[in-house]
T-cell receptor
Framework: DVKVTQSSRYLVKRTGEKVFLECVQD?????MFWYRQDPGLGLRLIYF???????EKGDIPEGYSVSREKKERFSLILESASTNQTSMYLC????????????FGPGTRLLVL | DAKTTQPPSMDCAEGRAANLPCNHS???????VYWYRQIHSQGPQYIIH???NNETNEMASLIITEDRKSSTLILPHATLRDTAVYYC??????????FGTGTRLQVTL
């Protein structure tokens, strides 16, 4: 079974704090993704990575950065958290095989006060 | 422009088949149809995907029309645990899926 894990299910931070969200997958997948999900807006892609040390901006990268130092780990960083970054954050991974699916982690619900 | 169109909500009685439609009239030849679902407060779960042939697995069946402009996800015997938001997505690979707002399926007793 593919497993994608995220470091926290729930997180509460204060405005201006630096926040790290960690994601680990155990299937040796090349591709990893960070989404955020907000009511009425569906899932929106923040950043993705096709390989170690590679990153690409998604649809809403502003206010976020990422790090992929190891193949199995993809970190999302909020340099200075703001209240509009309160959201559910979802990590996913997939292989490069055409037609392969994305596997998601359980999500991190972040509240920025 | 959205690549897929789904009804915002549907109801289904427990034990009955749930048929969830999806329109993807601009699908191109190399794009797959993926279905995911998301149960409240959990990450999306993969259900099934296909290119042009109908597909079946232990969770569901996927029927794709011959012109590939629409598809239907079938849950043959819906249970209360199938209550979720169902997403239909078309893409050439799974590398950059775009999720819309999906169909909220409510299974009732």
């Amino acid at each position: 079974d593919v497993k994608v894990t995220q470091s926290s299910r729930y997180l509460v931070k204060r405005t201006g704090e630096k926040v790290f969200l960690e994601c680990v997958q155990d299937m040796d997948h090349e591709n990893m993704f960070w989404y955020r999900q907000d009511p009425g807006l569906g899932l929106r892609l923040i950043y993705f990575s096709y390989d170690v040390k590679m990153k690409e901006k998604g649809d809403i990268p502003e206010g976020y950065s990422v790090s992929r130092e190891k193949k199995e780990r993809f970190s999302l960083i909020l340099e200075s958290a703001s209240t509009n970054q309160t959201s559910m954050y979802l990590c996913a991974s997939t292989s490069t095989i055409t037609g392969e699916t994305q596997y998601f982690g359980p999500g991190t619900r972040l509240l920025v006060l | 422009d959205a690549k897929t169109t789904q009804p915002p909500s549907m109801d289904c009685a427990e034990g009955r088949a749930a048929n969830l439609p999806c329109n993807h009239s601009t699908i191109s030849g190399n794009e797959y149809v993926y279905w995911y679902r998301q149960i409240h407060s959990q990450g999306p779960q993969y259900i099934i995907h296909g290119l042009k042939n109908n597909e079946t697995n232990e969770m569901a069946s996927l029927i794709i029309t011959e012109d590939r402009k629409s598809s239907t996800l079938i849950l043959p015997h819906a249970t209360l645990r199938d209550t979720a938001v169902y997403y239909c997505i078309v893409d050439g690979t799974a590398s950059k899926l775009t999720f819309g707002t999906g169909t909220r399926l409510q299974v009732t007793l």
